[in-house]
Nanobody, 127 residues
């Protein structure tokens, strides 16, 4: 099983940027789809972005498309989420997740596809 630890959260003003990191350890990092989810206070967890094992395929929620960028560095066993033009509605706890795959271009947008989760990092965007 892969273990995940997020970092990089914090407080930022609207319009600002943050870059989240998720360091992984355990099983072979490269054969996992990686994703980011978030949970705002009083709401359920929602999909943000995902990247395939090969890094060739990415997918974003409509709410973050054009503002957030997901990437992965297999040498560093780390996945990143660059967040630009942040809005107060982006305030949430952000979680990274990993799901095993046998296909290099696969990606997952559903929670149930992921089997390992980090503990989360808080992102707060002030207006």
């Amino acid at each position: 099983q892969v273990q995940l630890v997020e970092s990089g959260g914090g407080l930022v003003q609207a319009g600002g940027s943050l870059k989240l990191s998720c360091a992984t350890s355990g099983r072979t990092f490269s054969r996992y789809v990686l994703g980011w989810f978030r949970q705002a206070p009083g709401k359920g967890r929602e999909f943000v972005s995902t990247i395939s094992w090969s890094g060739s395929s990415t997918y974003y929620a409509d709410s973050v498309k054009g503002r957030f960028t997901i990437s992965r560095d297999d040498a560093a066993n780390t996945v990143y989420l660059q967040m630009n033009s942040l809005k107060p509605e982006d305030t949430a706890v952000y979680y990274c997740a990993a799901g095993r795959t046998y296909y290099s271009s696969n990606y997952y947008s559903g929670e149930n596809e992921y089997t390992a989760w980090g503990q989360g990092t808080q992102v707060t965007v002030s207006s």
